[in-house]
């Protein structure tokens, strides 16, 4: 892991400076849509294998997770399968406040609270 603490100061300080120009940032939250659970058997999948598909599948999310920006997932649309698509609102570091009422004012827009994803027998 030598070297990978300067890649995240840089991450954190190019954030830092996106930040001073915008609010907030909208990505999605996957790169796909959701997957079934269950429909690959990680048990059999080599671990570096594994975790670049994971990498693939949430190119967005880690992110904010390491550079310790705000973010909010909320589900502002669903897929032809009834399960929900994710977007993504980052902010600055310390802005959860903002991004809590922006999904307040999402969520009266779309309401979401009272959806629930289909049940699927495998």
Not at 34 to 47: A, L, M, N
Not at 81 to 99: D, Y
Request: proline residues 9%.
């Amino acid at each position: 892991m030598a070297g990978v603490i300067p890649v995240f100061e840089a991450a954190t300080a190019a954030l830092d400076r996106f930040f001073t120009d915008w609010d907030v940032l909208l990505t999605p939250v996957l790169r796909d849509p959701v997957f079934k659970t269950g429909r690959r058997d990680t048990t059999k999948i080599p671990f570096a294998q594994l975790k670049q598909e994971v990498f693939d599948y949430l190119p967005y999310t880690p992110l904010h997770n390491i550079c310790g920006t705000s973010a909010v997932s909320v589900p502002l649309s669903w897929d032809s399968n009834g399960l929900p698509i994710g977007s993504q609102f980052a902010a600055r570091t310390g802005a959860e406040a903002t991004l809590l009422a922006l999904a307040y004012e999402l969520e009266e827009a779309r309401p979401w609270a009272k959806r629930r994803p289909p049940v699927f027998a495998m």
